[in-house]
């Protein structure tokens, strides 16, 4: 928990990054844990937290200059501790796959983990990507809504989701350069 509490936005500001509804905030984190990182970390090794759990005057201090969302946005995302607008918990971290980067250095191929992450986690809140260190949001949502955005150039825009062609099927052709050179993912 320490990990998902750290905030360099709550440290800069000096404001305490608690939940106000502990029990919410661990009911939502226990399943973004258990359903799809402590998977991620068992499939492809090391993970890194840049970024989870955030309280309401956090996120609020992150918004604008440090590209947080809104609160309202970001219930059951970023802020585990409320509940959205259609009552439902949830969770969202954003984490650095370790096994990736070295193959993310050399081909700039960031959708290699991000259709290995389609094919073979229940991302069930969603996939974000990010061009540092092909960082992603990743998220536990109460109702499932699977998909990929990324903001990584020149490919900004939707990898998939629901309604388009590419969502159903292996995407393994994607990712198996990947696969063999890091010797992961199996």
């Given at each position: 928990?320490r990990?998902?509490?750290?905030?360099?936005?709550?440290?800069?500001?000096?404001?305490?990054?608690?939940?106000?509804?502990?029990?919410?905030?661990?009911?939502?984190?226990?399943r973004?844990?258990?359903?799809?990182?402590?998977p991620?970390?068992?499939?492809?090794g090391r993970?890194?937290?840049?970024?989870?759990?955030?309280?309401?005057?956090?996120?609020?201090?992150?918004?604008?200059?440090?590209?947080?969302?809104?609160?309202?946005?970001?219930?059951?995302?970023?802020?585990?501790?409320?509940?959205?607008a259609?009552d439902?918990?949830?969770?969202?971290?954003?984490?650095?796959?370790?096994?990736?980067l070295s193959?993310?250095?050399?081909?700039?191929?960031?959708?290699?983990?991000?259709?290995?992450?389609?094919?073979?986690?229940?991302?069930?809140?969603?996939?974000t990507?990010?061009?540092?260190?092909?960082?992603?949001?990743?998220?536990?949502?109460?109702?499932?809504?699977?998909?990929?955005?990324?903001?990584?150039?020149?490919?900004?825009g939707?990898l998939?989701?629901?309604?388009?062609?590419?969502?159903?099927?292996?995407?393994e052709?994607e990712?198996?350069?990947?696969?063999?050179?890091?010797?992961?993912?199996?």
């Amino acid at each position: 928990m320490r990990d998902m509490l750290y905030s360099e936005i709550a440290n800069h500001y000096g404001i305490p990054n608690i939940p106000d509804d502990p029990d919410l905030a661990i009911a939502a984190g226990t399943r973004l844990c258990e359903d799809l990182l402590e998977p991620i970390w068992a499939k492809l090794g090391r993970i890194s937290i840049r970024s989870a759990f955030r309280s309401c005057a956090v996120n609020e201090a992150g918004i604008g200059k440090h590209n947080c969302a809104r609160n309202e946005a970001n219930y059951a995302g970023h802020i585990w501790d409320v509940r959205d607008a259609d009552d439902c918990m949830g969770a969202t971290a954003c984490i650095v796959v370790h096994s990736f980067l070295s193959y993310y250095e050399k081909t700039g191929h960031w959708q290699a983990l991000a259709w290995w992450l389609h094919d073979n986690m229940p991302h069930n809140g969603g996939i974000t990507f990010y061009p540092k260190l092909a960082a992603f949001n990743i998220s536990w949502y109460e109702q499932p809504v699977r998909h990929i955005y990324s903001y990584i150039p020149p490919n900004r825009g939707w990898l998939t989701k629901p309604d388009m062609e590419n969502y159903e099927g292996s995407h393994e052709a994607e990712y198996q350069a990947w696969i063999d050179e890091a010797g992961v993912g199996r």
